[in-house]
């Protein structure tokens, strides 16, 4: 049944170029969806698009940056004038981590998460809620992060942190606003991720024993693992969720971690 949930469906998936946004294009395209991958980045997401060539696989790239309200609706206008229809909405792109702000206090980086993370989500349902509103099972997912709730100083910065606590509350206004249109609108937090392509998390020995020590199914989630949860969450299966943050986490969240910590260090 999984094969074809999303058959006759469009999504918009954004950040769809890469890291988890290519697991969750992967997860819905293959499952019956058509999908557009909405990213600043045309090049990627383009050569992404590409690999997708099997006939009955409908993939285009639009290239948009979604930190401004024009880019939010052009990139909307676009779906519709290649697909005609969006029924699902993906809000998945971030700004970058940015190392040299982890840490800091006063910094220039809050005005890029504020607008890609929390302005464009309300940007893009506004110009997505015509269509939405024709669509038989209508959705909403946006993509935050344990750093939502759970405070990681070392590895992201405040702006990060507070922005994903910022879109958790964004699900839940913007499912009580659509909820009685019948669109539903939830999150995924996912905790430690091997993205697809490039330098994964768990390629370092000693980040592949920290996890094995904190996270009780002992490795990261692949980022089609991702893609499930939120294909689920845009099926029908989900038909009685909204307003609601599923923790994908593999139970890190759930966990004592001081002594498993411990135990990492001195098996060293
Ligand atoms: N990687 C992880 O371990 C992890 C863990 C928890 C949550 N997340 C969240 O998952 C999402 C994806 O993370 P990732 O690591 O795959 O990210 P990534 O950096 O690999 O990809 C993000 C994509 O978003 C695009 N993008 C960024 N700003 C944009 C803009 N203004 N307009 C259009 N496109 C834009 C980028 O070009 C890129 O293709 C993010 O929301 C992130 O916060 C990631």
């Given at each position: 049944m999984n094969a074809k949930r999303h058959q006759d469906k469009v999504a918009l998936v954004t950040?769809?170029?890469?890291g988890i946004g290519a697991g969750i294009v992967k997860v819905l395209v293959e499952r019956g969806a058509r999908v557009a991958i909405v990213d600043k980045d045309a090049e990627t997401a383009a050569a992404y698009a590409a690999t997708f060539s099997n006939s009955d696989q409908h993939v285009i790239s639009i290239q948009a940056d979604i930190s401004t309200v024009e880019g939010c609706r052009s990139a909307v206008n676009d779906v519709i004038a290649s697909f005609g229809a969006l029924d699902v909405l993906i809000n998945n792109a971030a700004p970058g981590r940015n190392k040299a702000q982890i840490g800091r206090l006063h910094g220039p980086d809050w005005p890029a998460h504020a607008e890609v993370v929390l302005q464009a989500t309300a940007w893009l349902a506004e110009a997505a809620l015509p269509h939405l509103r024709k669509a038989s099972m209508p959705a909403i997912v946006n993509i935050s992060s344990v750093t939502a709730t759970a405070v990681a100083p070392e590895q992201c910065s405040w702006p990060y942190h507070v922005s994903k606590a910022g879109l958790e509350q964004m699900t839940r206004y913007l499912a009580c606003q659509f909820g009685a249109e019948g669109i539903r609108v939830n999150a995924v937090a996912p905790g430690l991720v091997d993205r697809d392509?490039?330098?994964?998390?768990?390629?370092?020995p000693e980040n592949r024993k920290i996890i094995e020590a904190i996270v009780p199914l002992k490795r990261a989630a692949s980022a089609a693992e991702i893609g499930t949860i939120v294909s689920f969450l845009c099926s029908e299966d989900a038909s009685y969720l909204t307003g609601q943050v599923l923790i994908a986490d593999g139970g890190m969240g759930v966990r004592e971690n001081f002594g498993a910590s411990l135990r990492a260090r001195q098996a060293d």
């Open positions: 950040g769809g170029a890469q392509g490039g330098m994964k998390i768990s390629d370092n």
